[in-house]
């Protein structure tokens, strides 16, 4: 485990400071269990300022995961692959993924089971990106079903389900291949599009549009 970074109370600072977007929610229904998720202006606190943000949602949602008044301040910490992770006063808290581009931070919280979350952009894929090396042909079938003719938006897409995806193994592509990780059928769910990621395992993954870019959303569920 890496050093550890205590949260600083968002509260310290101004509402300018802070800057972020409105908390989201997905409902249980989407992936199997709720989640949490919000961005802000990437600077040197913002996952501080996040995690700190949703877990105070969080707690709302559940009461097991309230930070009760003159509770020890969260903690965050760095697993041995890099995935990020909480403590609460000493106890693990719940899961946490994060997500960086176009000068924003992202992060995403579930109580249960592992959550993964990425942002990605079409000019990460034009020119002469290798589409070969990331997609397999009848995945970017799946940019024609859906109606881009914008292949690195599409391809935008793909890429942010299955980071999102091998994020919420724990390993991100530290196990994995490009290849190896497999888009499924799209099909619309709840103000996105849902698909079954295959990551090792079929891991339910929530994308929608967030201006010219993309989030997803995975959940590999709790065994």
Not at 192 to 206: C, L, Y
Request: hydrophobic fraction near 40%; glycine fraction near 12%.
């Amino acid at each position: 485990m890496s050093t550890e970074t205590r949260a600083p109370d968002p509260s310290a600072r101004s509402r300018d400071q802070i800057g972020h977007a409105a908390i989201r929610t997905l409902a249980a229904g989407v992936l199997g269990e709720s989640v949490v998720f919000a961005s802000t202006p990437s600077h040197l606190e913002a996952g501080q300022d996040l995690a700190s943000m949703l877990m105070q949602a969080m707690g709302k949602m559940d009461p097991c995961w309230r930070i009760l008044p003159g509770s020890p301040p969260l903690t965050l910490y760095k697993k041995a692959l890099g995935q990020p992770g909480i403590l609460l006063g000493g106890r693990p808290g719940p899961s946490l993924s994060f997500s960086h581009g176009e000068g924003q931070t992202w992060a995403a919280i579930c109580g249960t089971g592992s959550i993964g979350i990425d942002v990605a952009h079409p000019r990460a894929f034009a020119g002469a990106y290798p589409l070969a090396r990331a997609f397999r042909p009848e995945e970017l079938d799946i940019v024609k079903i859906l109606g881009y003719n914008d292949i690195p938006r599409g391809a935008a897409l793909l890429w942010s389900a299955k980071e999102a995806a091998v994020k919420a193994t724990g390993t991100g592509f530290n196990r994995f291949d490009p290849l190896d990780v497999r888009v499924g059928v799209p099909h619309l769910k709840a103000q996105g599009i849902g698909f079954e990621v295959m990551a090792g395992h079929p891991i339910p993954t929530w994308a929608t549009s967030e201006g010219q870019g993309w989030i997803s959303i995975a959940l590999k569920r709790a065994l």
